[in-house]
């Protein structure tokens, strides 16, 4: 179990790194649920944080967006130490969370809900624009959305839902994303249609980090691969190395 255990060689932190975190620690009440995650994600690439349900993804991600009142450990965005900062903060800075639960606004139609979500137009540091989104261009990136403009959130289907969440957190020209379980709950169709999204988001040099359990959706669209199991973090490596690795599979993805 040991060769399970032994993480690959760390990723260490470079000038392209937009998400750092060391020494990650998180409770609910008394009740300690993350222990001293570390992982990176850089520009450009998609990150998987994999585990099954419960090992501590979500609270991971909560964790990050300062949603978690007891949590310490060093985070740090954009080359900030945002450890102490609170999600509109985080949010403002560029750093953006598409919920497992979705948390459309239901009596909002399809366009309000995308205008909740604007913030204006971002640049990275040396002056190069970073991707910014309008509602034009989220309908033809969201053909399905695009034929519903009008239709309040409630009376979406899950899929759409989720694709309506997604767009809302573009439309804040996120630096980064942070998108929970994006298959989990939906038609095969949507996590087919989720996947093409991600490759594309992707192609236009977005960076995502995804919780995800499915390790098939993951291998299609991420690069490399975090493992959590039971708030600790016991792998990293290629997403490639990790499909491959059948002990680790075994181990801490497989029910």
């Known amino acids: 179990m040991s060769a399970v255990l032994a993480n690959k060689t760390p990723m260490t932190a470079d000038a392209e790194s937009l998400l750092q975190v060391s020494g990650l620690n998180a409770w609910y009440g008394a009740a300690q649920v993350l222990y001293n995650v570390s992982l990176n994600v850089r520009r450009g690439e998609v990150v998987a944080l994999m ?29 900030r130490d945002v450890a102490g900062l609170e999600p509109y903060q985080l949010a403002r800075m560029g750093l953006g969370f598409v919920p497992e639960d979705r948390r459309v606004f239901t009596h909002l139609t399809v366009t309000e809900n995308l205008e909740v979500g604007r913030q204006a137009d971002r640049s990275w540091p040396d002056g190069t624009p970073a991707l910014n989104w309008t509602p ?18 409630g009376q979406m289907s899950g899929g759409e839902q989720q694709m309506l969440t997604v767009a809302r957190t573009l439309m804040g020209n ?41 390790l098939h959706f ?13 708030g600790l973090i016991r ?17 801490y993805l497989t029910m």
Do not use: H, W
């Not at 419960?54 to 985070?75: E, Y």
């Not at 939906?186 to 499915?214: F, H, T, Y």
């Not at 792998?235 to 181990?251: P, Q, W």
């Open 51 to 79: 585990g099954r349900n419960g090992a501590g993804k979500s609270t991971t991600f909560k964790s990050l967006m300062g949603m978690l009142p007891r949590r310490q450990g060093n985070i740090q965005f954009m080359g």
């Open 174 to 214: 996120p630096f980064l994303i942070l998108l929970d379980e994006p298959s989990e709950g939906v038609a095969p169709i949507i996590v087919e249609q989720m996947a093409q999204m991600i490759l594309a988001l992707k192609a236009k040099g977005a960076s995502i980090l995804l919780s995800e359990q499915n």
């Open 218 to 230: 993951a291998a299609l669209v991420s690069d490399r691969a975090y493992v959590l199991e039971k």
């Open 136 to 153: 034009q261009q989220l309908f033809e990136f969201f053909p399905n959305l695009g034929a519903m403009q009008e239709r309040p959130g």
């Open 235 to 251: 792998y990293e490596g290629s997403m490639a190395e990790l499909a491959a690795n059948e002990e680790v599979r075994k181990a």
